[in-house]
């Protein structure tokens, strides 16, 4: 970590199924950032939200990329991962239908998130 400071990322995936490659990156850089000591909040919105269900991201394939599955692994070891709530709701997702360590919250906990001092955040 840069100068022992503690950095916060915060990665909004958008895109699911739908968008793999998008969908990818986001993972992608958040397990990165996991796996390099940074504080990781991987946030799950539009179809990337079906993630936060058991065996779907192991159901994910993309040439060349990581499986996805893996990468949520990491982030779930060691850094926080969120489910939107109108999109698990638009998706019938309750919190009993969620992957262990998975939450839903809604945009005023991802707006205190982003803006929080030392965040950084990217959407994808």
């Given at each position: 970590?840069?100068?022992g400071?503690?950095?916060?990322?915060?990665?909004?995936a958008?895109?699911?199924?739908d968008a793999p490659?998008?969908?990818?990156?986001a993972f992608?850089?958040a397990?990165t950032?996991a796996?390099a000591?940074?504080?990781?909040?991987?946030?799950l919105?539009g179809?990337?939200?079906w993630f936060?269900?058991?065996?779907?991201?192991e159901s994910?394939?993309?040439?060349h990329?990581a499986?996805?599955?893996e990468l949520?692994?990491?982030?779930?070891?060691t850094?926080?991962?969120?489910?939107?709530?109108?999109?698990?709701a638009r998706r019938?997702?309750?919190p009993?239908d969620?992957?262990?360590?998975?939450?839903?919250?809604?945009a005023a906990?991802f707006v205190?998130?982003?803006?929080?001092?030392?965040?950084?955040?990217?959407?994808y």
């Amino acid at each position: 970590m840069l100068g022992g400071m503690t950095r916060t990322l915060v990665v909004k995936a958008t895109a699911g199924a739908d968008a793999p490659e998008r969908c990818a990156q986001a993972f992608t850089v958040a397990a990165t950032a996991a796996a390099a000591g940074f504080d990781v909040s991987l946030w799950l919105t539009g179809e990337s939200t079906w993630f936060a269900l058991p065996g779907r991201a192991e159901s994910f394939e993309l040439p060349h990329s990581a499986p996805l599955g893996e990468l949520l692994h990491v982030v779930l070891a060691t850094g926080r991962v969120t489910a939107c709530t109108q999109c698990a709701a638009r998706r019938d997702i309750g919190p009993d239908d969620v992957i262990p360590g998975v939450r839903i919250a809604g945009a005023a906990v991802f707006v205190e998130e982003a803006v929080a001092d030392g965040a950084q955040a990217l959407v994808y």
